[in-house]
Each structure stands twice: as structure tokens, then as C-alpha cells.
């Protein structure tokens, strides 16, 4: 395995390993790049499409694959994002004037992305992300970054890129090319616009450190603030049950129980929160960092830690030993095993979940008792910076279970075996990252994205150049390109929310559909799925229809203070669930001899959305949930755009709020109440016929979404899941945004799923 040089710009000398040849290289090429990120938008929204100004990403990033003979291959290159185009650079263009891209092309709107999560290459650990074609999963490729708070950056980059193609395939063009944007989207029919993007200021970020920071696997990273709420009900999109109470303040760092569900007799759940001088990014890295000396500074029960394995970039498992002299008077070694699972939701937030397991690398060993870990979660997520002040700071809190009995007799008496627990020395993590993150202010300060203005630069090539130079491929054909040999080496927002009691009206929702038409009256009855309707809230195994004052939606006046209002009556009426066991994912399953659009009853129907969850499983699963409307989507409303609109504007606004309403505190917090834009989570099918539209969710495209399922199919039969679907508002016009839809799931029996034949 060969050592290749770092690049030649001013970092310093580093080394990364490469097998295989430049040739092999450019052959797995051919369906590299073009990121569709998850909800944040990059920086600037809609400004690039609609204002003078557009936006410019770029920074250091792996290329990371397998050449023909199997061999994996990594080159460090510098990406530039102008528009809906890419270039591809061996060196930094800015440090090296007149340099020409090694690649160039252009980000199609059915370019699809995957956040592949954490891998190691080499010798370091990275974070990957996948491209792919929806319509052609032969074209993909990979990159990598060397943090998470950078590969969430370049999503939101790419995310903008997509959005620029669409908007200019939307705004000119002909009827062909809008049939055919994938392979033959047409550059020349919007040249006085992007002339006069080219002509205006532009905005440059700058994604990550730079090469250095790359080949050493910086951590030192951050992101923009999103939110300054400090409690959990100012942000998150469905009412939750919790009711913390602080009982204890220690260093700086408090201690919350949660007193709703304390007499329960399962143990108590508690969790200390602080605010840290750092980025989210900054923090998740160093929680998830098992180098021990870095451990040793902050972490006081699992410091000695080892990596015994890693599955799908997102979860793995630990092995650990500490050394029971600070906890008790005992001096027997003791050990454990948890795994742990971690995601970054569309906000930015960090989830990680601890849970305690067993390996077959470990049994149990001698002279060491075997200790379980406390089951456990970390959340991370930013913070509005004060006014006049650029340090970022980010929020964490350390949520667990504990047994009531220690814990009721430390909270009465400071001085109690409790401070000698292993759950007391979780808690104190918390105040251990603090301290050790404030006591390093290069963790405090670095960034991840830094914002340029200025006017347009030698190195900043127009987009009207782009066009002169006839840009045509896509940018994942663009790279399969050949270049040159020499390419064998390595060369160098939201604000506290306003929750009133407010709620939508039913005026606000009926106007979505068309009030010239009578009404058709539609009887619940007629329609029957495979998953029974529940009579009541204690029943099991079936499906009940919600309102939606559960969850917190956009109000009318969100785009000037970000106000959320409770949810009102949903437009859509839920008619029938099926819940089919299948051999492999089925799509358009409205189609199928079984399905209730198939009978007469559903022929006759206005309209019906038909919401196809395909769970990923052994065998597969289907929970396709039938909407019925009693009147058709009046013209020209928002509801009539998603339903007959282009994918990429439902993508950008098909919305999921979820809500775990019972169930094992653990899986509520994996599940989360935040809502999530799933055409930008996972795979998203749209197929429009007669009077119905069907949205095919793979949630098996997303190892983040295949992880989380896969925790909540384990405690299926004990939780209850409330949905609520609805249209994301991003115009005053819209508001306020309306629920189309909800749904309960009531402990669902994997057994009872019926066999669907294809």
C-alpha cells in the first residue's frame, strides 16, 4: 500500500494510503457526486433564485470508492459549487490562480443523496455520503468529510444546487426538456439570468479548514446557531408528555428529573443539561472520540475504551473497562459492553443512543466483573450566539434510567452511595465535557463554514463562463470523464418558538379545496384495510384518527417570529390502513387487486393521498395509509401544487411530524418530535393517476432511517406512534401551514400483517 504526498499548498506535510490506479478510478466514476441535503438550507435559501445574489460553496473533501480490482482508493480534492454547477480541483483554486478543474458538470434535479454516516478509511475515521440517480442507481459515487458538522454543510450545499436547476427548469424551457431534465437539461435558455447572477455579489462559504484539518481528522468544527430555546418544549413539533424539575444544580451543570412519570415504579428518568462554549459538531466529535488520553481528560467512568465493531456508518458497539476505586470501596476491575447509535436530524441536532449489549469478541473475562451501563441518550444541538459575540455555543444534555431508590435518597441527602454509583458518574459527563471543552479554546472557536462577501474575483468563474464553455453533462456523468494521469497522486433558523395556544381553523384548511363543487359524503364504513379500526385508546393492534392539537405547526405570522400554533382538524379524512407483509418493497400499491382504490367505493372517491411507508425488515413490511377529501384540490392552492406539481417541489415540501406517545422512553427519544422533510430524508416515489396520489416511502434508502426503524420495530407491540402529515409553508401566502392528515398506530403485532402478493 503506497504512501501518497499531502497536497502541495501551505499545510502540513501529511501522508494518506491509496491501492489501485488512476484508470480504475475514472471507470467507478461515472455516478459520482450531486448532494440533496436535509433541512437546513445552506445559507441562504431563496435568495439565489429569486435576487441578484447566488451562493458559492467549497472545500476540501474525500473521493473515496473501489476500483475495478477491488481496491479501495482515497484522493483528497478541493470541490467549488457555483449555482447548479460543480467543479472539481486538484489544488485550491484561490491559492493557485489559472488552475483548471479536473472535472466539471452540472447538479440534475433527480440527483439523490444518502448520509452514509461514519466509516473508517485507512487510518481514520470519515464521514461518507452517497450520490445516486433516482432514476439510474448505476451513477453514484461517494465522498467523504472528515467531520459530521461538514458533511452537513455540503448537503445543504447540494440541496441549493438542486434547487437552482429546478427553479431555472421551472421558470424556461420547453415542454421536452421538462420531461427529459435529467439527461438533457438545456443551458442556453436562461443566459440573461444567470448573466446577471454573475454580474451581482456573490456569497462565498467556505466549507471546513482546509487540507491540514482534513488529513488529521479535525474535530475542532462548528455550524451556525438554529435555536436559542433552552427547554424541549420550545422546539420541537409535537406536545410531549415530560415534565422536568430541576432538583439539583452541581458545577454549573443541572439536574433534572422528570417528575410526570416518577410514581410509575420503572425507575426514574433524568438528565443533566449545560450550555457549552462550543459548536454542536465540536461536541458531538469529542463525545464519540474513543482516543484515551482525550477520554482521560473529561471522562471519569469510560475513559478505557475499545471499538469492537461498526455497522452502517451509524451504529457500533464499545467495549470498556474503569476502575471501581472512584466509585466504591470495592477493588474488583469491572468491565461493560454498550453499543451506541447516533444520527444528526434536518435541525442539526445530534442524537446518540447507549445501550447495553453483549459481543462475541468479549465474553465475560477473568478477574473482571461484567457491569451494565445504564441505558442512556446525548442530544446536542446549537444555539443563537449572543449579540456581538462570534463564539458559538451549543446546548447537551445526558438523559437516563436510573433505579428510584438511590435515586430518591440522594435527592433528600447530598451525602448518600449514590455519588458512588455508576448512574452519578454518567450524570457528571456532562460537566466533564464542559469543563474540558472550556478549558481548550481551540475546540471554542474554529467553524466550519465561513462566510465570504465580495465582489466576484479572479477565481470565481461566472456561471455565464460555465455556459460559454457548454456545460451539458450532468455532474455525475461530468465526472466519469477522463483526466489526467498524474491524478494517481494525492494532491493537496429556528428562533424560540412562540407556542400560544392558538390553533388553525378548519377555514384555513377547506380553502385548499375546491368550494364550487358539492361535497361528497363519505362513510367510513365502505372502506375496510387489513388493519382494523381501534374502538377506544386502550384497544391494541389497530389504528385510530387523532386531532391534530398534538402538534405544533407554522402559524400565520412564522416568517416574521417563527410562531408555531397547535394543529387543527385535518383537511384529509383517514378511511383505511393496510399493513401488508411483503417480500421486497412494493411500489404503487394503490394498484393492486387488494387495495380498497381498486373497489368500486374507491373509483368513486374525489380524491385520495395514498402514503405508502415501506419498512425495511426480514420479511418487509407495507403501512399504507388511505386519505380521502370530500371535494378536489382547488386550483391554483397549495394542496393542488403538491399533488400535481414536480417531484422536486414535493420532495422540498412533504412533511412528517412523529410523535411517540407511549412507549420506552428510549425510543421516543430516537423517534423524536421535530419534523422531517422525508423527499430530503429518504427516497421518495410519486405517482399520480385518476383520482389518487401515492407517495412510496423508502425508508430502508437511509441507514439513519433504517437504524431508527429497526429500534422501533423491536418495541413495536408496547408503543403507541401518533403521525401527523401535512404541506411545508414557505410563502406568507401559505400560511398558516393546515395538518392533511394524522394517524395513531396502537402496538402494532408484526404476526398480524397479511401476506401481499405481487
Request: aromatic content about 10%; glycine content about 8%.
Amino acid at each position: 500500500m503506497d504512501a501518497l504526498p499531502s497536497p502541495s499548498s501551505s499545510s502540513s506535510p501529511s501522508t494518506l494510503k491509496k491501492v489501485g490506479s488512476e484508470r480504475s478510478e475514472v471507470s467507478t466514476m461515472s455516478g459520482l457526486l450531486g448532494l440533496g441535503g436535509g433541512g437546513g438550507g445552506g445559507g441562504g435559501g431563496g435568495e439565489d433564485q429569486r435576487g441578484s445574489s447566488t451562493f458559492e460553496y467549497f472545500g476540501w473533501v474525500y473521493h473515496v470508492g473501489v476500483n475495478s480490482i477491488g481496491h479501495e482508493y482515497c484522493h483528497l480534492r478541493f470541490l467549488f459549487i457555483r449555482g447548479k454547477y460543480v467543479e472539481m480541483y486538484k489544488r485550491d483554486p484561490h491559492e493557485n490562480p489559472g488552475i483548471k478543474p479536473i472535472r466539471r458538470g452540472v447538479v440534475g434535479p433527480t440527483l439523490m443523496l444518502e448520509e452514509v454516516g461514519r466509516r473508517k478509511v485507512y487510518y481514520g475515521d470519515v464521514y461518507v455520503l452517497r450520490f445516486f440517480n433516482r432514476l439510474d442507481e448505476s451513477k453514484k459515487g461517494e465522498i467523504a468529510c472528515a467531520t459530521a458538522g461538514e458533511a452537513q454543510k455540503w448537503l445543504e450545499a447540494f440541496d441549493q444546487a438542486k434547487q437552482q436547476a429546478e427553479f431555472e427548469l421551472t421558470r424556461g424551457g420547453s415542454a421536452r426538456n421538462k420531461l427529459n431534465m435529467e439527461t438533457e437539461l438545456n443551458l442556453d435558455v436562461h443566459r440573461p439570468r444567470v448573466r446577471r447572477y454573475a454580474s451581482g455579489l456573490k456569497k462565498l462559504i467556505r466549507i471546513g479548514q482546509g487540507p491540514e484539518t482534513l488529513l488529521c481528522q479535525s474535530s475542532s468544527l462548528g455550524a451556525n446557531g438554529s435555536t436559542d430555546g433552552y427547554f424541549e418544549r420550545d422546539i420541537n413539533d409535537a406536545i410531549e408528555a415530560y415534565e422536568w424539575k430541576c432538583v439539583r444544580t452541581i458545577n454549573g451543570v443541572r439536574i433534572f428529573e422528570d417528575v410526570a412519570n416518577s410514581e410509575n415504579g420503572k425507575g426514574v428518568i433524568v438528565k443533566a443539561v449545560a450550555v457549552i462554549d462550543a459548536s454542536a459538531d465540536t461536541a458531538f466529535e469529542v463525545l464519540l472520540n474513543l482516543e484515551r488520553h482525550q477520554r482521560y481528560e473529561w471522562d471519569m467512568l469510560t475513559g478505557d475504551l475499545e471499538l469492537l465493531d461498526s455497522y452502517d456508518g451509524h451504529l457500533d458497539v464499545v467495549y470498556g473497562t474503569f476502575d471501581p476505586r472512584y466509585l466504591t470501596r470495592w477493588h474488583s476491575k469491572r468491565d461493560f459492553i454498550f453499543s451506541r447509535q447516533w444520527f444528526c436530524g434536518q435541525d442539526g441536532t445530534y442524537t446518540i443512543l447507549h445501550f447495553p449489549a453483549v459481543h462475541k469478541k468479549k465474553p465475560p473475562r477473568s478477574g473482571y466483573r461484567r457491569t451494565k451501563i445504564n441505558p442512556s441518550t446525548w442530544e446536542v444541538r446549537n444555539l443563537n450566539t449572543s449579540m456581538g459575540s462570534n463564539t458559538p455555543r451549543c446546548l447537551v444534555t445526558q438523559m437516563l434510567e436510573i433505579n428510584s431508590a438511590g435515586w430518591c435518597r440522594w435527592k433528600k441527602n447530598h451525602c448518600s452511595k449514590f455519588e458512588k454509583s455508576v448512574p452519578y458518574a454518567l450524570l457528571c459527563q456532562v460537566g466533564g465535557l464542559k469543563e474540558y471543552i472550556g478549558a481548550n479554546p481551540a475546540l471554542k472557536f474554529e467553524s466550519s463554514t465561513t462566510v465570504i462577501q465580495s465582489k466576484l474575483s479572479e477565481v470565481s468563474v461566472s456561471n455565464a463562463e460555465f455556459e460559454e464553455s457548454e456545460v451539458k453533462d450532468e455532474f455525475y456523468d461530468a465526472m466519469s470523464a477522463d483526466s489526467s494521469s498524474s491524478d494517481e497522486e494525492l494532491d493537496n433558523k429556528d428562533s424560540k418558538l412562540n407556542l400560544a395556544l392558538k390553533r388553525t381553523s378548519a377555514a384555513d384548511a377547506n380553502k385548499e379545496l375546491d368550494s364550487e363543487v358539492a361535497p361528497v359524503m363519505i362513510d367510513p364504513s365502505q372502506f375496510r384495510g387489513s388493519l382494523r379500526n381501534g374502538k377506544d385508546e386502550a384497544d391494541t393492534n389497530c389504528w385510530t384518527c387523532p386531532s391534530g392539537t398534538g402538534f405544533m405547526i407554522r402559524g400565520k405570522n412564522y416568517l416574521k417570529d417563527n410562531s408555531k400554533v397547535m394543529g387543527g382538524d385535518p383537511l384529509l379524512k383517514l378511511i383505511a390502513v393496510d399493513w401488508f407483509k411483503v417480500d421486497k418493497s412494493l411500489d404503487r400499491i394503490a394498484l393492486h387487486p387488494r387495495s380498497l382504490l381498486q373497489s368500486q367505493a374507491g373509483k368513486k372517491l374525489p380524491f385520495v393521498l395514498v402514503i405508502n411507508l415501506q419498512v425495511p425488515a426480514k420479511p418487509n413490511y407495507s403501512l399504507a395509509l388511505y386519505y380521502a377529501s370530500d371535494r378536489p384540490a382547488k386550483p391554483g392552492s397549495l394542496f393542488a401544487q403538491f399533488v400535481d406539481g414536480s417531484d422536486m417541489f414535493r420532495d422540498a415540501r412533504f412533511k412528517l411530524i412523529p410523535s411517540i406517545v407511549e412507549g420506552y422512553w428510549m425510543v421516543k427519544r430516537a423517534v423524536g418530535t421535530k419534523a422531517c422533510l422525508l423527499g430530503k430524508a429518504v427516497t421518495c416515489k410519486y405517482f399520480r393517476q385518476d383520482n389518487f396520489l401515492e407517495i412510496d416511502v423508502d425508508i430502508g434508502s437511509s441507514s439513519v432511517a433504517r437504524s431508527v426503524i429497526g429500534l422501533v420495530l423491536g418495541y413495536v407491540t408496547s408503543i403507541v406512534v401518533d403521525l401527523a402529515i401535512l404541506i411545508e409553508a414557505k410563502e406568507e401566502a401559505e400560511l398558516p401551514e393546515y395538518i392533511l392528515g394524522t394517524v395513531r398506530l396502537n402496538r402494532l403485532k408484526l404476526d398480524s400483517a397479511v401476506r401481499l402478493e405481487v
